[in-house]
Every structure is written in structure tokens, then in C-alpha cells.
């Protein structure tokens, strides 16, 4: 399978812990996004990044979120001091951003979905 | 961002053709239209991308009229595993940072 993969699916962590997430994008793609979703809500937007390089981040993104994609290829996603709120599937897509003209297509992983007790 | 408006559900039959309309009267000149599925506990799956005028491939039909302010994701004969929940996202492909803003989506149940 050569589709976005993410690790672990599933998290349960108590309140205050710290849990991390890791993103495998497609191998040749470029651009890497992080969003999160509610349930019975659609995703919303986290964080990107091309390569290496973190290039924006949400103002949902506290100071307890960091992200990191060191080599420009997987990525991580650290919640540090977790609350009841952050309980929610994150979602990792990547794609491949080129020359203006040409279409980037996000493609998604299955998510992590985390549960704050 | 081009905001979109599409129906909050549908409901269907297996067999039959579904079309979801999603509005976006401010869409802007550089914008794509671009539909994904989202099982539950899934992420989004992409289905369908397009311009103008009308893009099909093995799943769906995307039509476009001239003036882009409306789009509508075609399902032929759907089964029951096309129950799902769809969305219409518009947005300029090649900007720096294509971060994608998802409305509510549509929710599709395909009953027997």
C-alpha cells in the first residue's frame, strides 16, 4: 500500500499526559498537512509543511501542539499536557506541489482518532 | 477561501442515481472544485477534481456550468456502501499553501 499511513489509529491517554503522532505521507510527495476533526464536524486545517519547512500554522495549533517533519518526510505531532478538548481524529494528508498550473490533490491517511480521559 | 453550501443530508435508494448540488458564488478565478467521500473513522477519500464543463472517471461525474458558481458531484447507481458523507471543497490548487476548508459536507444514506 503506497497511500498516507499514520500511527498509532487509535490513542487513549488520561488528562495532563503527553501523546505523539506520526504521519508517513506518499513517498514523493512534497507538501505534508495536519488537520484535526470533531465528530459530526468536517477536518480543519493544523499545520504544513513543504519538505522540511513548517510554513503555517492555524491559530488552533496552541502552544501545546508542536509538529515536526525533520527530514521532509514522515512527520510528528506532539500534544504536550493533553485536555478533554483535544479529544478528536487527527488527520494527516499529503500531496505533490509543483509549478503553478499544475493541481495539487490532498491525499489523506486514515487518521488518529484520541480520546482525553 | 470560496465558502461552499451544499445540502446537510440525502437519502437514496440502491440503484439509483444521486446528485449532490454544492453552491460557490464567490469562487475565484485560479479555484478547482474538488469532491471527497469520509466513511466514519476514515479519513476523507478524494473523488472527483475539476475546472469547467464536465470530468467523469470510474466513480463519478463532476458537471460545471459556465459560470462556476455552482457544481454538482454525480453518483451512478449507488450501493449501499456509497452511504457516506460528502463534501464539495473550492480552493486555488497552486497558492502557496492549499490549506483546505471543509464545510458540514452532505450526508449520503443509500438504503436497500
Known amino acids: 500500500d503506497t497511500g498516507v499511513s499514520q500511527d498509532p489509529r487509535h490513542k487513549i491517554t488520561k488528562r495532563g499526559q503527553n501523546v505523539t503522532f506520526r504521519c508517513d505521507p506518499i513517498s514523493e510527495h512534497n507538501r505534508l498537512y495536519w488537520y484535526r476533526q470533531t465528530l459530526g464536524q468536517g477536518p480543519e486545517f493544523l499545520t504544513y509543511?513543504?519538505?522540511?519547512?513548517?510554513?503555517?500554522k492555524s491559530r488552533l495549533l496552541s502552544d501545546r501542539f508542536s509538529a515536526e517533519r525533520p527530514k521532509g518526510s514522515f512527520s510528528t505531532l506532539e500534544i504536550q499536557r493533553t485536555e478533554q478538548g483535544d479529544s478528536a481524529m487527527y488527520l494527516c494528508a499529503s500531496s505533490s506541489y509543483g509549478a503553478r498550473g499544475r493541481g495539487e490533490t490532498q491525499y489523506f491517511g486514515p487518521g488518529t482518532r484520541l480520546l482525553v480521559l | 477561501l470560496a465558502k461552499t453550501t451544499q445540502p446537510i443530508s440525502m437519502d437514496s435508494y440502491e440503484g439509483q442515481e444521486v446528485n449532490i448540488t454544492c453552491s460557490h458564488n464567490n469562487i475565484a478565478t485560479n479555484d478547482y472544485i474538488t469532491w471527497y467521500q469520509q466513511f466514519p473513522s476514515q479519513g476523507p477519500r478524494f473523488i472527483i477534481q475539476?475546472?469547467?464543463t464536465k470530468v467523469t472517471n470510474e466513480v463519478a461525474s463532476l458537471f460545471i456550468p459556465a459560470d462556476r458558481k455552482s457544481s454538482t458531484l454525480s453518483l451512478p447507481r449507488v450501493s449501499l456502501s456509497d452511504t457516506a458523507v460528502y463534501y464539495c471543497?473550492?480552493?486555488?490548487?497552486?497558492?502557496?499553501?492549499?490549506?483546505?476548508?471543509f464545510g458540514g459536507g452532505t450526508r449520503v444514506l443509500v438504503k436497500p
Open positions: 471543497l473550492v480552493g486555488d490548487l497552486g497558492a502557496a499553501g492549499n490549506k483546505l476548508t
Open positions: 509543511f513543504q519538505n522540511e519547512a513548517q510554513l503555517e
Open positions: 475539476g475546472y469547467k
